[in-house]
């Protein structure tokens, strides 16, 4: 008997430890895209993912300074939290295709098992660029409030899709360029190279999230703009902060006028 798609997410959601999950993970998008699982959601999803005894995690205020990003202790806080947002969004991807799945279709578990496999790579990536400056993932404490966004969604698929590569997803497009800049500038190339990746990758990320979104939307007979400013506005709680990289969004399938008005 085929294994459930479900079991196998739940399986790789609910493993603690990050190389562990990293490789269950793209394990799992590469049987789902080899037609070895079934489109079957036979079990739910857990609450709370599996999480290793390190970092600690911290509230976003108690958070520690990172430094200055030129100084090696700077260069490690940056890397390090990079590591924790690519391996929390491991667990966001999985729990978007093993939450919503069987309500939606077969194309949106794949493409964010596809999400999820992605994310894994990033962190891997990321880990092994962290280990060459001399540190590893659970060196230094990390944010606590990632997840955040999964609990306050965990109801709605339309309102998951809004939050979560709508607005966390697209503000790393916002972001990530003037990181890469910054690593250039310290003369870390292969730093950039990952960073380039990652932006390219996030792009089709946030694009899976506005398809879907939008034929959510349509489903339920609203307008998509509007539909999402009143699900960011009751589910983010604060505004969508420029400055917008706003040829990266286009191509991921976010024009301005979504956004602007709620900056």
């Known amino acids: 008997m085929t294994r459930s798609v479900a079991s196998a997410i739940r399986e790789a ?49 108690r958070m520690p300074k990172r430094g200055k990003g030129g100084s090696e202790r700077g260069r490690i806080a940056l890397w390090h939290a990079l590591a924790h947002i690519e391996f929390v969004a491991i667990d966001l991807a999985l729990d978007m295709a093993g939450r919503f799945g069987g309500e939606m279709d077969e194309r949106f578990v794949g493409d964010f098992l596809s999400v999820a496999a992605d994310e894994a790579m990033h962190y891997a990536l990321i880990d092994r660029h962290l280990r060459g400056l001399g540190s590893h993932y659970g060196a230094l404490p990390a944010h606590d409030g990632l997840w955040e966004a999964a609990g306050k969604t965990s109801h709605d698929v339309a ?41 390219d990758d996030e792009i089709r990320h946030v ?21 999402w400013k009143t699900l960011v506005s009751r589910h983010f709680g604060g505004a969508v902060k420029p400055p917008f990289n706003d040829s990266a969004r286009l191509a991921a399938g976010l024009p301005r006028d979504l956004y602007a008005s709620l900056a």
């Open 159 to 199: 309102a998951r899709l809004a939050v979560v590569p709508m607005v966390l997803e697209a503000r790393g497009l916002d972001v990530t360029p003037a990181t890469l800049d910054r690593v250039k500038a310290n003369g870390d190339e292969r730093g950039a190279r990952i960073l380039q990746r990652i932006l």
């Open 207 to 227: 694009r899976f999230g506005a398809i879907h979104f939008a034929e959510v939307a349509e489903r339920l007979n609203e307008s998509r703009n509007d539909l």
């Open 13 to 61: 959601l609910l493993e603690c430890d990050p190389r562990a999950k990293a490789m269950m993970t793209r394990k799992v998008a590469r049987d789902w895209r080899l037609g070895r699982l079934s489109f079957v959601f036979d079990v739910a999803m857990p609450t709370v993912p599996g999480r290793p005894e390190a970092p600690e995690l911290l509230p976003p205020s």
